[in-house]
């Protein structure tokens, strides 16, 4: 297949576009660079079956020749990016979706939208199903987040009910593994940073709100599985393992070898207190579920985050 990835220069983006080279697919990978890095796909430059637009896919765009499958992976998606990129989160979650969708639909493509955990809120179900409709603050800081994946999700069954686009819908839940920016502000990179760093790891609240972990080859090959079944309503894919962040923040302290302690901030507003898969249809209809635990998963995690730390320039002290 000839197969169009938007934002696949960011952490998950560049995982999906190496698996389909390595799969055999031809790759038009499109991103802007707003939260991915041109070093994520530097591996696959110069490979004839991979091509590279640098373009904002929330504004118009026309792809040459023939497109067998699109996903739209193209968005920030950590709060630290969203809750300063509110505008263009919700531009993309939008009329990104929609400009995709008008590719699938004219190449006769089909269509694979990122949606998230996030469309759940703070949830009253635990852990949630795909048939749970969420509990979101609609005009809360991380609204521009979650009602962007939820409109997304709206648009994309929209597409499917009256264009027959042939779509699919992913609800990620917390994923993990190399190639997460060192300042991305979730809690996997920011704990593994400080650790490696020598510095306090930053807790917010008491650390007693949970979160499921899932490694990012995991993540893929569920989303490999869900673009081959027939089936267009969400599917949940995560790691149903369940952690307090607390417990997090101390695996991590033991995986590093760091004498890290922990401080304490205020939570922020909104923040999920529980945040875990249901993942039953994806193991009935998909037959997956995640491989990797989180000890192996940070293991296979934390020598990338410390050769970036390595090789990041040191900070300039103050005159």
């Not at 070093?39 to 110069?46: H, Q």
């Not at 393992?241 to 417990?247: D, F, L, P, R």
Request: charged share 20%; with cysteine.
């Amino acid at each position: 297949m000839r197969i169009l990835v938007t934002g696949g220069a960011g952490f998950i983006g560049s995982h999906l576009c190496e698996r389909f080279l390595a799969d055999g697919h031809r790759v038009v990978c499109l991103d802007n660079f707003l939260t991915g890095s041109e070093s994520n796909i530097a591996p696959l430059r110069g490979r004839p079956e991979f091509s590279f637009i640098e373009h904002n896919i929330a504004n118009p765009i026309e792809i040459d020749g023939a497109i067998d499958y699109i996903l739209h992976f193209a968005s920030p998606a950590s709060p630290i990016d969203y809750l300063k990129l509110p505008i263009q989160t919700l531009k993309v979650g939008s009329s990104g979706t929609i400009n995709s969708l008008g590719i699938a639909r004219a190449k006769g493509a089909k269509f694979f939208i990122a949606s998230t955990s996030e469309v759940y809120g703070d949830p009253n179900e635990h852990p949630q199903r795909e048939t749970y409709w969420g509990h979101v603050n609609p005009v809360g800081p991380r609204g521009v987040y979650d009602e962007a994946k939820r409109f997304a999700e709206a648009v994309t069954m929209a597409y499917h009910r009256y264009h027959n686009v042939d779509t699919r819908i992913i609800r990620i839940f917390n994923t993990y593994g190399p190639r997460m920016r060192l300042n991305d502000g979730r809690a996997i990179p920011a704990f593994i940073s400080q650790a490696l760093r020598g510095e306090p790891i930053t807790i917010f609240g008491q650390g007693t709100q949970t979160r499921s972990f899932c490694y990012v080859d995991d993540l893929v090959e569920g989303i490999v599985r869900l673009m081959q079944a027939d089936y267009n309503e969400p599917v949940n894919v995560g790691n149903p393992g369940e952690y307090t962040i607390k417990q997090l923040a101390e695996r991590i302290i033991a995986a590093t070898g760091s004498r890290s302690q922990l401080v304490y901030q205020l939570l922020p507003q909104d923040d999920p207190k529980q945040r875990c898969p249901d993942i039953s249809l994806a193991k009935q209809l998909l037959k997956w579920q995640p491989t990797v635990g989180l000890d192996e998963g940070l293991k296979k995690t934390i020598p990338w985050f410390r050769a970036q730390i390595e090789s990041a320039p040191p900070a300039r002290l103050p005159r």
